[in-house]
């Protein structure tokens, strides 16, 4: 029988509808999904996991006599603990009995089994043996690992429309899944101005997020993602189906529409420029950038594509990277910001780092990983024009520590007598509230800066961004956020360096117009936004957006600041 429809509120993170099976993800630090296995696949499977047990074993007898070799035998009883788990019947015989009996794939078992040994461990009154654990955690990660460098033969195709469900996605996961059908993504946590949504509006893939009930839902459930409603539908009855398959049918039009718009010239009614650049996270979205007629990538969010292999890649292939993405950018500039570890992307250990080692801090500690990359983009310099970024800035010394950096890195290059530009503008990221204060401070110090709204008013008004409990104090209608950003247009207009605003808030035509209206005249939004955002800048008289500013920024509650902004843009 047919299970009933059930709703699951969340919040938007992307508008849309998609209709799919559920394809659940979980671990964020090591990606794996629950896959229905067809019967036929299921001898298949039981191989590859053995294969992969198989594979481990070697490896860790491998280790056990380097180790032995140099440090002696008693060290290498360690690797004996790893080994009996691999000959384990309760772990190894369960892992086989689940895949065969329920018919799901090696690694949504394996997370099965070894969640039922956590628990089993931590149960235990006994330290040492609790510690044992850690074995176990050790030798998942190592299966799962050699699972992935053998992959599911279907999941290299996924045979249905797949919803992306899961406690956290990552970005890159939703990235490189994006052409193997994902059409629509739902997580349990996160907020809208998490990366993962940044990526799934860059995508244009409905997403609804902070939803904790979605942990009742299983892969293969039949599903509706609503980001226009902020809701998913489990096991949809045929008339909600039929319902938004229609829905589906009449968006199609107007969205090849918006896209030709997007070549329009950017000048407000009373024919001020505004220079309109796209927000990128992965080289692949340049191309389409530059087709649907933006004139820059005002920001390249780097460190998606630094970490996509779960590994970080090497300077060949990072300057390779970066000279494909500058020959397909065409004569545009782009502007690539250092890898900015952070927020909800995978870091080193797990951790949240939004007030610890993100951006630039990161990589004034790991200069050798910072290192690479600037050699990287230096050398990739000579095929376009480019901007090197710094995110995460907090004060004039994190700026001269880079500079000096910099500098070893260009030193580095004239000594091996490899070619540069030497006149690549360097410019920070506004985006703490130390930034915002001492902005002019730092102006000397660069060519140009972003400001980068998104963390800035999390920062500001002590809002995680990620955070689905506090989104509705998100706001960049609160009278601080106004004053801020009025703030650092008054301490940069006379500095003559330009600024460009690449955070959400110059993605949504009200909030954009208020950027607009506070001075700046060069946003920076992604390419899904592009489209309405240009529309917004036509409509618009600058002229009167300067005075709408000026009354905005007497007004004392955010709701009074929004309802009167709304009541003069115009909304596509
Ligand atoms: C920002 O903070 O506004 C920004 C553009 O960067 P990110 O969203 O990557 O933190
Ligand atoms: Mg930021």
């Given amino acids: 029988m047919k299970d009933s429809e059930r709703i699951i509120h969340g919040v938007v993170a992307s508008v849309g509808a998609a209709i799919g099976r559920a394809l659940r993800s979980f671990d964020p630090l090591f990606v794996s999904f629950n896959l229905k296995l067809r019967?036929?696949?299921?001898?298949?499977?039981?191989?590859?996991?053995?294969?992969?047990?198989?594979?481990?074993?070697?490896?860790?007898?491998?280790?056990?006599?380097?180790?032995?070799?140099?440090s002696g035998p008693e060290s290498s009883f360690l690797i004996d603990a790893h080994l009996l788990v691999l000959q384990d019947r309760l772990f190894v015989d369960r892992i086989i009995d689940k895949i065969e009996n329920e018919q799901i794939n090696s690694e949504w078992a394996i997370q099965q089994v070894s969640e039922d040994l956590f628990q089993a461990y931590d149960r235990?009154?006994?330290?040492?043996?609790?510690?044992?654990?850690?074995?176990?955690?050790?030798?998942?990660?190592?299966?799962?690992?050699?699972?992935?460098?053998?992959?599911?033969?279907?999941?290299?195709?996924?045979?249905?429309?797949?919803?992306?469900?899961?406690?956290?996605?990552?970005?890159?996961?939703?990235?490189?899944?994006?052409?193997?059908?994902?059409?629509?993504?739902?997580?349990?946590?996160?907020?809208?101005?998490?990366?993962?949504a940044i990526m799934a509006r860059s995508l244009e893939i409905p997403a609804v997020v902070g939803a904790?009930?979605?942990?009742?839902?299983?892969?293969?459930?039949?599903?509706?993602?609503?980001?226009?409603?902020?809701?998913?539908?489990?096991?949809?009855?045929?008339?909600?189906?039929?319902?938004?398959?229609?829905?589906?049918?009449?968006?199609?039009?107007?969205?090849?529409?918006?896209?030709?718009?997007a070549s329009a010239p950017s000048v407000t009614e009373d024919r001020v420029r505004i220079s309109l650049g796209a927000n990128i996270n992965f080289s692949e979205e340049v191309r389409p950038a530059i087709t649907i007629g933006c004139e820059s990538i005002g920001l390249y969010r780097t460190e998606f594509d630094f970490f996509r292999e779960g590994k970080q890649p090497d300077e060949e292939s990072l300057v390779a990277d970066y000279s494909l993405v500058l020959k397909s950018?065409?004569?545009?500039?782009?502007?690539?910001?250092?890898?900015?570890v952070g927020i909800d992307q995978k870091s080193w250990d797990g951790v949240n780092m939004n007030l610890g080692v993100r951006g630039l801090r990161f990589c004034l500690e790991n200069t050798d990983v910072f290192k690479k990359q600037l050699r990287s983009l230096y050398?990739?310099?000579?095929?376009?024009?480019?901007?090197?970024?710094?995110?995460?800035?907090?004060?004039?010394?994190?700026?001269?520590s880079a500079h000096e950096i910099i500098?070893?890195?260009?030193?580095?290059?004239?000594?091996?007598?490899?070619g540069y530009d030497p006149g690549v503008p360097i410019g920070v990221m506004i985006e703490t509230p130390a930034a915002a204060q001492t902005c002019d401070l730092m102006a000397s110090r660069v060519d140009f800066f972003c400001l980068g709204t998104n963390d800035l008013i999390q920062y500001y008004l002590v809002v995680d961004r990620s955070d689905r409990s506090v989104v509705h104090l998100y706001n960049p209608f609160h009278p601080a956020i106004l004053r801020c950003l009025h703030q650092v247009y008054t301490l940069l207009h006379?500095?003559?360096?330009?600024?460009?605003?690449?955070?959400?808030?110059?993605?949504?035509?009200?909030?954009?117009?208020?950027?607009?209206?506070?001075?700046?005249?060069?946003?920076?939004?992604?390419?899904?936004?592009?489209?309405?955002?240009?529309?917004?800048?036509?409509?618009?008289?600058?002229?009167?957006?300067?005075?709408?500013?000026?009354?905005?920024?007497?007004?004392?509650?955010?709701?009074?600041?929004?309802?009167?902004?709304?009541?003069?843009?115009?909304?596509?």
């Fill in 124 to 196: 235990l009154n006994d330290d040492y043996l609790r510690e044992r654990r850690g074995d176990l955690e050790d030798i998942v990660r190592r299966l799962l690992h050699n699972l992935q460098s053998n992959p599911l033969p279907s999941f290299k195709k996924l045979p249905y429309d797949a919803i992306l469900i899961g406690k956290v996605v990552p970005p890159s996961t939703l990235f490189e899944l994006r052409s193997q059908r994902v059409v629509g993504l739902a997580t349990e946590t996160g907020s809208p101005l998490s990366h993962t």
């Fill in 329 to 340: 950018a065409k004569g545009a500039p782009v502007t690539f910001r250092t890898i900015d």
């Fill in 212 to 261: 904790p009930e979605l942990a009742e839902v299983s892969s293969g459930d039949l599903l509706i993602v609503d980001g226009d409603r902020a809701l998913v539908i489990v096991s949809p009855s045929d008339a909600t189906l039929d319902e938004y398959k229609n829905r589906r049918r009449d968006e199609k039009t107007p969205k090849k529409k918006g896209r030709s718009a």
């Fill in 494 to 572: 006379p500095t003559g360096k330009p600024v460009t605003v690449c955070g959400e808030m110059a993605a949504d035509p009200p909030s954009a117009a208020v950027l607009l209206g506070l001075g700046f005249t060069s946003l920076s939004v992604s390419l899904a936004a592009y489209p309405r955002i240009k529309r917004m800048i036509r409509s618009v008289s600058y002229a009167q957006l300067r005075d709408l500013a000026a009354q905005i920024l007497k007004m004392q509650k955010p709701r009074d600041v929004e309802e009167k902004v709304r009541a003069t843009v115009y909304r596509p």
């Fill in 39 to 70: 019967p036929e696949q299921v001898r298949k499977e039981v191989d590859r996991f053995r294969g992969s047990v198989e594979k481990s074993r070697e490896q860790l007898k491998r280790m056990q006599s380097q180790l032995k070799r140099k």
């Fill in 379 to 400: 050398r990739a310099s000579v095929f376009g024009p480019m901007r090197i970024l710094l995110p995460f800035v907090s004060s004039v010394d994190d700026l001269d």
């Fill in 407 to 418: 500098a070893e890195v260009r030193q580095e290059l004239d000594l091996k007598r490899l």
